[in-house]
């Protein structure tokens, strides 16, 4: 048995949700989302509350396939209803970035300015050295948070770059002066 498969999904006030052969959508406040699911796992609502289910008990993949689809679905449901932001931080100095429409630039130490396109779901504002993305689909938001991350990764010595908010760079120490005595 998967411990988080079998977990039931209580759909929070405002959020409906339609089921149709493998096809799993919910609409909320913030937006709608579709998802396929797998074959081999089965969706049942029961009023407000969403139950996943697999075929076959005994075999190893399918057990895996439960949790992941069941969390893929939970995350859904959760980004229809409240949504998901990130928040990215920009260390350096004369390190910034700036909102021109759906394109992020970024001013990251390169002698040109980097220009990052924002995918469809994906809203990015920017406050002194702190870049706030926001999408209701946390996946897409993840990946693009990655993407961005990946323009200047936060290096090791100074703590240049950019790195997520929370994210701890372990920082090294530089090269060491020999003293001479006579």
Known sequence: MSRIGKKPITLPAG????????TFKAKGPKGELSYELHPHVQIAQNDNILTLSIADHDNQGDRALWGTMRQIINNTVQGV????SKQLEIKGVGYKAEVK?????LYVGYSHPVEFKLPA??????????????SINKEELGETAANIRKVRKPEPYKGKGIRYVDEVVLRKAGKQVKTTTK
């Open 15 to 22: 959020v409906a949700v339609t089921i149709s052969g493998n």
């Open 81 to 84: 209803a409240t949504g998901y």
């Open 101 to 105: 429409g759906s394109v992020l630039v």
């Open 121 to 134: 779901g994906v809203k990015a504002t920017v406050e002194k050295n702190t870049i706030t993305l926001e």
